[in-house]
């Protein structure tokens, strides 16, 4: 097995509250959950499931900005 990448992510606080919440709900820890929202997103793309505008190079917020005011 490969060795796993270590990097660091700034989140907005109130998006980490929200997956900290989610990732108890499913008994994972934070990091878990995010790997795992992570390689859901991944599987999707392979498999042409992103909706369109959402392809390659789409951002559903921009940098610097709010995640909330994301596309749903």
Do not use: C, H
Request: a positive charge.
């Amino acid at each position: 097995m490969e060795p796993r990448k270590t990097f660091l992510l700034r989140i907005n606080a109130e998006l980490w509250r929200e997956l900290e919440a989610w990732a108890q709900d499913e008994l994972r820890s934070v990091n878990g959950q995010v790997e795992y929202v992570l390689r859901q997103a991944l599987q999707r793309r392979r498999a042409g499931g992103a909706e369109e505008g959402e392809g390659a190079g789409s951002s559903r917020a921009r940098p610097g900005g709010s995640w909330e005011n994301a596309k749903p």
